[in-house]
């Protein structure tokens, strides 16, 4: 199995709407992106954060379903619509378990 881990820095000013809706829109990709066997995303709310607002973690089967689902063209519009035009900073973290 294979553990996605992503932590997201926004932009200053970045309305609390704005956040939701990619929050959302990640929490929605579990039904539409069949690679997905588990989803979960949130608020930080420790001070040891460095800054990182939100994180997502995704579970999938093998490398490849992590691989498809860096392709979908679903995930990818998330990306391009909702995340890129607040973004400041990410980390992203891959491991098998």
């Known amino acids: ?14 309305s609390a709407e704005s956040i939701t ?3 959302s829109a990640l929490k929605g990709m579990k039904g539409k992106v069949p690679e997905i ?5 949130g608020n930080n709310f420790s001070e040891l954060s460095q800054g990182f607002h939100n994180a997502l973690v995704v579970q999938f089967k093998d490398k490849a379903a992590l691989d498809a689902y860096a ?3 679903h995930h990818q519009e998330i990306i391009k619509t909702l995340i890129k035009p607040i973004l400041a900073d990410k980390i992203t973290i891959d491991y098998e378990v």
Do not use: Y
């Open 71 to 73: 392709k979908n063209a």
């Open 1 to 14: 199995m294979i553990i996605h881990i992503v932590l997201f820095k926004w932009q200053p000013d970045i």
């Open 21 to 23: 809706s990619v929050m």
């Open 37 to 41: 066997i588990d989803l979960s995303c």
